[in-house]
């Protein structure tokens, strides 16, 4: 059964920074690109991040490219999402997602307010 498990979300004041974590099971996480979405009040879900199955390219939204940074550790099945310097603009559900996949998992909410 696959299982992609985010956490990390939090309430944070603009100009702050959170890491997001999603960790994978039951499937060959090692094999698979891996990407973040997220999804805010009444918007469609939008891709903000991928990377390559082995870690050695990554691809951003134009709007968060030298804020955040996808990063995946292999042997711990897990990718991670770090955000710095955040926006109220940046506020939603944020979810990983193996990319050709029909996988999702619950998501995790990112606030960002003062």
């Known amino acids: 059964q696959v299982q992609l498990v985010e956490s990390g979300g939090g309430l944070v004041q603009p100009g702050g920074s959170l890491r997001l974590s999603c960790a994978a099971s039951g499937f060959s996480f090692r094999s698979y690109a891996m990407s973040w979405y997220r999804q805010a009040p009444g918007k469609e879900r939008e891709l903000v991040a991928a990377i390559t199955s082995t870690g050695d390219s990554t691809n951003y939204k134009d709007s968060v490219k030298g804020r955040f940074t996808i990063s995946r550790d292999n042997a711990k099945n897990t990718v991670y999402l770090q955000m710095n310097s955040l926006k109220p603009e940046d506020t939603a559900v944020y979810y990983c997602?193996?990319?050709?996949?029909?996988?999702w998992g619950q998501g995790t909410q990112v606030t960002v307010s003062s």
């Open positions: 997602k193996a990319p050709g996949s029909s996988w």
